[in-house]
């Protein structure tokens, strides 16, 4: 076991194999924590607190309490119902409870005896017997042991993982602070000029040293303000949210500068390629497809990469400004890789690639994950020889199988679904003759501005803020389950005028499985309601040669109603579809419904959405449907999204997943980024060597994450 000695003189960077109790089978189980030093064990900060201080009697209880109670035990029975449940009735002088095990012994029923005296800790809720704690941790008391041994600070709740529980990290962390006292814990902020400005956020007093706040968060004393906490709002807290904020923001920079030393295949426009392309397509760009194109047209003439980040609504035409990039590298002799979530999608993005660029003599290939092994070979021979300069597909672009001859421009659509470990693998497959591939990162999902910039600060940013001439906006109403039949009806009739319909299922749970059943359940109603219409269904547990199928008629029009699940996000073009119906909209988020929305009002005819909603909604729920049907704006929606949801459901993988914030919260704390930004720039003038230590604190080796 190594010493304290050795820990003082190898400092916060210490391995936490220097604690006692962490040998190496431990500290793997750490490591998927983010956590290899004591500095990382002393940044792995309580995302909750619990109040363990204190009993609460029964009688003042209210439902979704974390509380501790004291009391005696009047009967333990087995209960049979949808779930065998061990079943302990207790009381103290003001009230009775139930305990609720799912999971017990027959020596775990016989330690809760009647008379015995318990106490015990867990979160209350409503069930079938009034108040219930479900699988509470408890403890045996003696008669003489009231009101003692309760914990003497706030107990700290950590992001765990399997194999180390909440006791096991919290010990650890108590020995990490006994080691840490005499280590340099300085406040880099706080070694920032006076001057420094502040921009609009409120002034945060910023120590020279944070041991202090640490060691408060990691066991705030019993009278602390528990709401405060829980809220982030405590001034420790907002000190290190200051602190890792501006260590995220100059990690991007740093990967910002790092680019531009870089080396990519310079790909200048080719004017009369680009001019053949734009009159073929039958309509105009608008405006704001101009300038975008033009964004992307001076960023590929460089010998650097480019990384752009291209908003653009539903129906804006984020696809042609795409086609339009991958002209720039065709007319070099170099390929383009376009990669898409879905086979849908991919599908989709093929069918217009080849009807784009085939009689310009461009040669479109694709990969997915339902080729046939002869096909799938083929493709990838006429990729690594470079006859492939256009390939489209999804996941299984990927794998190590897939060799580009002289790739030099990734596309990105729908970039949010991709983790970031792909979207490197990509990158990676370019070779000394290409460099770095260029890159164009797409999305339909509308980010507000403040936080595209602080959480894509590494990106350059485009908005295609237009959407086509002719395109009439969508007319979102919202109605009870209870009109359900007049909805048929309307259904009836616009099909019977020619036009098209979606009806999307969803359902709390997250699986396929009962997404899929759901749906046709709904099908198999429909169409018997509606004998004299076609009803398709398609759903996440189809093949993909049979949802292409699907897809494929209701474009030709052979189907009049397309059941379905959320599958149909994204990916689905179909301009005569006037008409969307969406069950339970109140179970997605605004993103999502935008996104569905989007699937119908794509040709030049008055479109209607129709959010179907039950009958428990909640608050939240309701403002989430009054937003939708308020505005068809994406950029609109997005910042209520972000308001009521935050930015995970924005900004999905990339941006919050694998960089995971140990205290910050982009939506709570979107207020500070003007000072944040601010710091940034005044380290990376003043102190640039504390840029490396202060992305050691704070991201660890997640660094390298962001270059994706």
Same mark, same amino acid.
């Given at each position: 076991?190594?010493?304290?000695?050795?820990?003082?003189?190898?400092?916060?960077?210490?391995?936490?194999?220097?604690?006692?109790?962490?040998?190496?089978?431990?500290?793997?189980?750490?490591?998927? +924590?983010?956590?290899?030093?004591?500095?990382?064990?002393?940044?792995?900060?309580?995302?909750?607190?619990?109040?363990?201080?204190?009993?609460?009697?029964?009688?003042?209880?209210?439902?979704?309490?974390?509380?501790?109670?004291?009391?005696?035990?009047?009967?333990?029975?087995?209960?049979?119902?949808?779930?065998?449940?061990?079943?302990?009735?207790?009381?103290?002088?003001?009230?009775?409870?139930? +305990?609720?095990?799912?999971?017990?012994?027959?020596?775990?029923?016989?330690?809760?005896?009647?008379?015995?005296?318990?106490?015990?800790?867990?979160?209350?809720?409503?069930?079938?017997?009034?108040?219930?704690?479900?699988?509470?941790?408890?403890?045996?008391?003696?008669?003489?042991?009231?009101?003692?041994?309760?914990?003497?600070?706030?107990?700290?709740?950590?992001?765990?993982?399997?194999?180390?529980?909440?006791?096991?990290?919290?010990?650890?962390?108590?020995?990490?602070?006994?080691?840490?006292?005499?280590?340099?814990?300085?406040?880099?902020?706080?070694?920032?000029?006076?001057?420094?400005?502040?921009?609009?956020?409120?002034?945060?007093?910023?120590?020279?040293?944070?041991?202090?706040?640490?060691?408060?968060?990691?066991?705030?004393?019993?009278?602390?303000?528990?709401?405060?906490?829980?809220?982030?709002?405590?001034?420790?807290?907002?000190?290190?949210?200051?602190?890792?904020?501006?260590?995220?923001?100059?990690? +991007?920079?740093?990967?910002?500068?790092?680019?531009?030393?870089?080396?990519?295949?310079?790909?200048?426009?080719?004017?009369?390629?680009?001019?053949?392309?734009?009159?073929?397509?039958?309509?105009?760009?608008?405006?704001?497809?101009?300038?975008?194109?033009?964004?992307?047209?001076?960023?590929?003439?460089?010998?650097?990469?480019?990384?752009?980040?291209?908003?653009?609504?539903?129906?804006?035409?984020?696809?042609?400004?795409?086609?339009?990039?991958?002209?720039?590298?065709?007319?070099?002799?170099?390929?383009?890789?376009?990669?898409?979530?879905?086979?849908? +999608?991919?599908?989709?993005?093929?069918?217009?690639?080849?009807?784009?660029?085939?009689?310009?003599?461009?040669?479109?290939?694709?990969?997915?994950?339902?080729?046939?092994?002869?096909?799938?070979?083929?493709?990838?021979?006429?990729?690594?020889?470079?006859?492939?300069?256009?390939?489209?597909?999804?996941?299984?672009?990927?794998?190590?199988?897939?060799?580009?001859?002289?790739?030099?421009?990734?596309?990105?659509?729908?970039?949010?679904?991709?983790?970031?470990?792909?979207?490197?693998?990509?990158?990676?497959?370019?070779?000394?003759?290409?460099?770095?591939?260029?890159?164009?990162?797409?999305?339909?999902?509308?980010?507000?501005?403040?936080?595209?910039?602080?959480?894509?600060?590494?990106?350059? =940013?485009?908005?295609?803020?237009?959407?086509?001439?002719?395109?009439?906006?969508?007319?979102?109403?919202?109605?009870?389950?209870?009109?359900?039949?007049?909805?048929?009806?309307?259904?009836?009739?616009?099909?019977?005028?020619?036009?098209?319909? =979606?009806?999307?299922?969803?359902?709390?749970?997250?699986?396929?499985?009962?997404?899929?059943?759901?749906?046709?359940?709904?099908?198999?109603?429909?169409?018997?309601?509606?004998?004299?219409?076609?009803?398709?269904?398609?759903?996440?547990?189809?093949?993909?040669?049979?949802?292409?199928?699907?897809?494929?008629?209701?474009?030709?029009?052979?189907?009049?109603?397309?059941?379905?699940?959320?599958?149909?996000?994204?990916?689905?073009?179909?301009?005569?579809?006037?008409?969307?119906?969406?069950?339970?909209?109140?179970?997605?988020?605004?993103?999502?419904?935008?996104?569905?929305?989007?699937?119908?009002?794509?040709?030049?005819?008055?479109?209607?959405?129709?959010?179907? =909603?039950?009958?428990?909604?909640?608050?939240?729920?309701?403002?989430?449907?009054?937003?939708?049907?308020?505005?068809?704006?994406?950029?609109?929606?997005?910042?209520?999204?972000?308001?009521?949801?935050?930015?995970?459901?924005?900004?999905?993988?990339?941006?919050?997943?694998?960089?995971?914030?140990?205290?910050?919260?982009?939506?709570?704390?979107?207020?500070?980024?003007?000072?944040?930004?601010?710091?940034?720039?005044?380290?990376?003038?003043?102190?640039?060597?504390?840029?490396?230590?202060?992305?050691?604190?704070?991201?660890?080796?997640?660094?390298?994450?962001?270059?994706?």
């Amino acid at each position: 076991m190594t010493s304290t000695k050795q820990v003082s003189k190898n400092g916060i960077l210490t391995s936490v194999t220097a604690l006692k109790g962490v040998g190496a089978q431990l500290a793997k189980k750490l490591e998927k +924590l983010g956590i290899y030093t004591l500095q990382d064990m002393l940044f792995h900060l309580p995302r909750q607190y619990a109040d363990r201080t204190r009993v609460t009697p029964i009688g003042s209880l209210q439902p979704n309490q974390s509380v501790v109670i004291e009391a005696e035990v009047r009967g333990t029975d087995v209960v049979f119902g949808k779930r065998r449940s061990l079943i302990c009735r207790v009381q103290d002088n003001t009230g009775t409870l139930s +305990l609720r095990f799912y999971h017990f012994s027959n020596a775990q029923r016989a330690t809760l005896a009647t008379g015995a005296r318990i106490r015990c800790y867990g979160e209350t809720r409503r069930g079938a017997s009034g108040l219930e704690l479900y699988h509470p941790e408890y403890q045996l008391l003696s008669s003489n042991a009231a009101h003692s041994g309760l914990e003497e600070t706030l107990t700290p709740i950590y992001p765990i993982t399997e194999g180390i529980t909440q006791n096991r990290l919290r010990t650890l962390i108590k020995q990490a602070l006994t080691h840490a006292k005499d280590f340099d814990f300085r406040g880099y902020l706080a070694l920032l000029p006076a001057d420094t400005p502040e921009e609009s956020a409120p002034a945060i007093s910023l120590p020279n040293s944070l041991f202090e706040p640490l060691a408060y968060l990691h066991a705030p004393p019993k009278n602390a303000d528990l709401a405060q906490l829980l809220a982030g709002e405590h001034p420790y807290q907002q000190v290190l949210i200051m602190e890792e904020l501006t260590a995220y923001q100059l990690n +991007l920079l740093r990967l910002r500068e790092q680019r531009q030393q870089q080396a990519a295949v310079p790909l200048a426009v080719d004017k009369a390629l680009e001019d053949q392309f734009i009159q073929a397509l039958g309509f105009t760009l608008t405006n704001a497809q101009q300038r975008v194109v033009e964004d992307i047209s001076q960023d590929l003439r460089l010998s650097i990469p480019m990384m752009r980040l291209l908003q653009g609504d539903v129906g804006s035409g984020k696809t042609v400004v795409a086609a339009l990039a991958a002209l720039h590298a065709i007319a070099h002799q170099q390929q383009v890789v376009i990669m898409a979530p879905t086979e849908i +999608l991919a599908e989709q993005h093929r069918l217009n690639f080849e009807k784009w660029f085939s009689p310009l003599g461009i040669c479109v290939g694709s990969l997915t994950g339902k080729q046939k092994v002869k096909e799938r070979r083929e493709q990838l021979a006429a990729l690594e020889q470079g006859v492939t300069q256009v390939v489209i597909g999804t996941h299984a672009l990927f794998q190590d199988s897939v060799v580009f001859n002289r790739l030099a421009l990734v596309i990105i659509d729908e970039q949010h679904r991709f983790g970031v470990h792909q979207r490197l693998s990509l990158r990676n497959k370019g070779n000394k003759h290409t460099g770095i591939p260029h890159q164009l990162i797409m999305t339909a999902t509308p980010i507000p501005r403040t936080l595209a910039m602080s959480a894509y600060a590494d990106l350059d =940013y485009s908005v295609i803020d237009e959407l086509p001439k002719g395109r009439i906006p969508v007319e979102t109403v919202i109605i009870s389950q209870q009109k359900r039949p007049e909805i048929i009806q309307r259904i009836d009739y616009a099909c019977q005028q020619g036009r098209q319909a =979606y009806w999307v299922c969803t359902l709390i749970e997250n699986s396929e499985a009962l997404e899929a059943q759901a749906a046709e359940e709904a099908a198999t109603l429909l169409a018997s309601t509606l004998p004299n219409l076609t009803v398709g269904l398609v759903h996440g547990r189809l093949k993909p040669p049979e949802k292409e199928q699907v897809m494929a008629q209701f474009k030709a029009g052979e189907i009049d109603l397309l059941v379905a699940t959320t599958v149909i996000e994204v990916g689905v073009d179909v301009p005569n579809a006037s008409l969307m119906i969406i069950e339970n909209p109140e179970r997605l988020g605004l993103a999502q419904l935008h996104q569905l929305r989007g699937r119908v009002g794509r040709g030049s005819i008055a479109s209607h959405c129709v959010l179907l =909603y039950g009958d428990k909604v909640s608050l939240n729920g309701k403002e989430r449907l009054k937003a939708m049907r308020s505005t068809s704006d994406g950029f609109k929606i997005a910042e209520v999204d972000l308001q009521l949801r935050g930015p995970g459901e924005v900004l999905g993988t990339r941006q919050t997943g694998d960089i995971d914030f140990a205290l910050a919260d982009l939506r709570r704390d979107l207020y500070l980024m003007p000072k944040v930004n601010a710091y940034a720039q005044a380290i990376i003038t003043h102190f640039p060597e504390h840029i490396a230590p202060l992305s050691e604190r704070w991201l660890g080796k997640n660094t390298h994450y962001a270059q994706a």
